[in-house]
């Protein structure tokens, strides 16, 4: 697709639909006389012609001023429709954008009055009106036609597979072991044989690809492999239903909400543990071979390796998983309606902060450095309250819901008001700000401290704002503030 010219002026502010298709139809009307040779040393790119399609084989020649003049179009329409931009990608939004430019224009003559033979600069205002209409018809049909329902099945590290914890769902997000993933989707009988016999290690797995790949092999046994390359060493799969989206699209929203659902169930464990819940695309979890020599020249060597999913005693993961049920139950009502706001738009403003407070939490128990860490717990803390970087209101937050009876700290304890000073001011701040050292500095008690602090935050606001969503929706068509407001005064009168 041709590329806009990026250090080109840019179109004047406001400029209607209808003067960018009164654009663009001009610059086609000239650049179709120009000489083939003439119009294609116009592009830097010999392999990118400046054009606008209109279906295969067909297009249009532009010059660049109709190109610059097309994605302007493109990124005003891709602002005013957030349902376009949670169910597309941007470079799929604009190849939609120029194919609906395109067929725009094929069929513009249906609005030509008889007086006028071809488009040209006498037709009316009306004209244009009725084509800039056309193309928004015409988007919201190729966009259509690009979108889908499907099942997103997302492989994840969770619980080792002694451990028998059973299926499970956050929200809706389900968490399948590696079996009854297979069981219940692989519905192909011949296909769900050949993955049994690598599932049993009747065959190995490597042996089994070679068989698959061999050329000519049985299509349903390379489509089993299939199956098996995807699923790889994973002994979950995190499924959920996407409805609408163009697919590169659903498996990126899958990805990040299956991330969100796995960081939800790690508040409920210990960092070291949390770490260790993972996903097909994380990459926080590694192996890596260490090298030195010694003033000697003696060679040293030494090696390192972070495995991923939790085990424990017989029994004890499925017991603690049922324990955790009211909060999980919690979590994932606040995570459906991120969700469902998310399909079309942006969901109710509370569950927004919770829902990228949570993200931030979970990178910063990912994250390799204690420095950026505490960044990430500052950030979570100021989104999850709604502070918007006022220290105070933060403090105030979360006395509400660590303190809120407004007890003495006991000796010895930090007050919640210093812990929110040492993650938040003094950390977040003058790290993010360049007036603290980060690197090679230990903060590793300020990162713990902003663990806790973030843990226990949302131990209890994910079941206030859960009850909230059930009890009282109404709260969410007040202003933010209000709506914290409101929320900050419920923790405060728990009992």
């Known amino acids: 697709m041709s590329r806009r010219r990026e250090l080109a002026e840019p179109e004047a502010p406001g400029e209607t639909a209808e003067a960018l298709v009164a654009k663009i139809l001009a610059d086609v009307i000239e650049t179709a006389a120009m000489p083939f040779d003439e119009w294609s040393g116009l592009s830097n790119n010999p392999f990118v012609p400046l054009a606008i399609p209109i279906d295969a084989g067909r297009q249009y020649k532009v010059t660049q001023t109709g190109v610059d003049a097309a994605h302007t179009l493109a990124a005003q329409t891709w602002l005013a429709r957030q349902d376009f931009r949670q169910t597309l990608t941007r470079p799929e939004f604009d190849k939609i954008t120029f194919h609906a430019i395109g067929q725009t224009i094929f069929d513009c003559r249906a609005h030509l009055s008889d007086e006028h033979g071809a488009p040209d600069a006498q037709v009316g205002p009306d004209f244009y009106a009725a084509v800039a209409r056309d193309f928004s018809k015409n988007v919201d049909r190729l966009a259509d036609a690009a979108r889908s329902d499907v099942d997103r099945h997302i492989p994840c590290h969770l619980f080792h597979g002694d451990q028998a914890v059973p299926a499970f769902a956050v929200g809706p997000i389900e968490f399948l072991p590696r079996a009854d993933w297979i069981a219940r989707y692989v519905r192909d009988p011949t296909q769900l044989a050949h993955i049994q016999r690598v599932e049993t290690r009747a065959v190995s797995y490597s042996d089994f690809r070679e068989q698959a790949l061999q050329v000519g092999s049985d299509r349903d046994l390379y489509r089993a492999w299939e199956i098996l390359s995807s699923l790889r060493n994973f002994e979950w799969v995190a499924t959920i239903r996407m409805r609408g989206h163009a ?30 819940f993972t ?28 495995m991923p999913g939790l085990g424990s005693a017989p029994g004890a993961l499925a017991a603690k998983m049922a324990a955790e049920r009211p909060f999980l139950d919690a979590a994932g009502k606040v995570l459906d309606a991120f969700v469902v706001g998310r399909q079309s738009g942006r969901a109710p403003h509370l569950v927004e902060r919770w829902a990228n407070a949570l993200y931030w939490v979970g990178e910063a128990r990912r994250e ?69 050292a980060g690197l090679f500095e230990d903060l590793s008690e300020t990162r713990a401290i902003g663990d806790a602090l973030l843990v226990n935050l949302f131990d209890t606001v994910t079941l206030v704002l859960a009850d909230t969503i059930e009890k009282r929706p109404d709260v969410f068509e007040l202003d933010e503030q209000i709506a914290f407001r409101f929320i900050e005064t419920k923790l405060r009168q728990r009992p």
Not at 257 to 270: K, P, S, T
Not at 378 to 387: P, Q, S, W
Request: aromatic letters at 6%.
């Open 279 to 306: 996903k097909a695309g994380r990459q926080h979890l590694f192996g890596e071979e260490r090298l030195a020599t010694s003033p000697s020249g003696d060679f040293l060597r030494g090696s390192s390796m972070q």
């Open 368 to 436: 390799a450095s204690d420095f950026m860490a505490v960044v990430d717990y500052g950030c979570a803390a100021d989104g999850l309250t709604g502070a918007k970087g006022k220290a105070t209101a933060i403090t105030s937050f979360a006395e509400a819901v660590l303190n809120p009876k407004g007890e003495a700290t006991p000796p010895g304890m930090l007050s919640v008001a210093k812990a929110v000073s040492r993650v938040y001011r003094e950390g977040r701040n003058k790290l993010a700000h360049g007036e603290a």
């Open 247 to 276: 697919l590169s699209q659903s498996h990126q929203k899958a990805s990040v909400l299956v991330g969100l659902a796995i960081d939800a169930i790690g508040l409920r464990f210990q960092v070291e543990d949390a770490r260790r």
